[in-house]
T-cell receptor
């Protein structure tokens, strides 16, 4: 079992729709969770961090964390073509050691 | 506020050579981590430096070594390059020995021929 798992996609949604990205992790003791966006040929850019169970909203983005189910998700509302990228889920299992999933490719079609 | 910087942006080497990559952390950050990202994969943790010492290491051979300087900048050295070392090398900086959010530099793309 991989430490952090994501569906590689591609996930295709129409412009204006909600995109839902999911991630599961294996270490029950993990404390902090991150979503990064990576455009082709570029480096990862932080979108959201979440530390507590529940939802955290920032603009069109909502991160959801369920530690009991070892599950993190990212919702993107009113998806735009500029949101088309690879979304990386990262878990801080040991302080400073981020474990990444392989990423989910999102395609937002005009 | 300067972000994380890395040099060079691109590099081409041949098998068996050695390479040094450089990273300057974001202003106010004292912890630097290095990651390797192969095409189509998520970044993989190589090691972390704090207070000029390697604090944590991922599953990478001893050919991968590093250094942190008193100004918190860092170097990644790879010896005896293999074709499989071709990847995007990412530097990330943070504070608090990595407990806080890590911010990535633009990366160095290494091609080994």
């Amino acid at each position: 079992q991989k430490e952090v798992e994501q569906n590689s996609g591609p996930l295709s949604v129409p412009e204006g729709a909600i995109a839902s990205l999911n991630c599961t992790y294996s270490d029950r003791g993990s404390q902090s969770f991150f979503w990064y966006r990576q455009y082709s040929g570029k480096s990862p850019e932080l979108i959201m961090s979440i530390y507590s169970n529940g939802d955290k909203e920032d603009g069109r983005f909502t991160a959801q964390l369920n530690k009991a189910s070892q599950y993190v998700s990212l919702l993107i509302r009113d998806s735009q073509p500029s949101d088309s990228a690879t979304y990386l889920c990262a878990v801080n299992m040991v302080a400073g050691k981020l474990i990444f999933g392989q990423g989910t490719t999102l395609q937002v079609k005009p | 506020d300067a972000g994380v910087t890395q040099s060079p942006t691109h590099l081409i080497k041949t098998r068996g050579q050695q390479v040094t990559l450089r990273c300057s952390p974001k202003s106010g950050h004292d912890t630097v981590s290095w990651y390797q990202q192969a095409l189509g994969q998520g970044p993989q943790f190589i090691f972390q430096y704090y207070e000029e010492e390697e604090r944590q290491r991922g599953n990478f051979p001893d050919r991968f070594s590093g250094h942190q300087f008193p100004n918190y900048s860092s170097e990644l050295n790879v010896n005896a390059l293999l074709l499989g070392d071709s990847a995007l090398y990412l530097c990330a900086s943070t504070t608090g020995q990595g407990r806080e959010t890590q911010y990535f530099g633009p990366g160095t793309r290494l091609l080994v021929l």
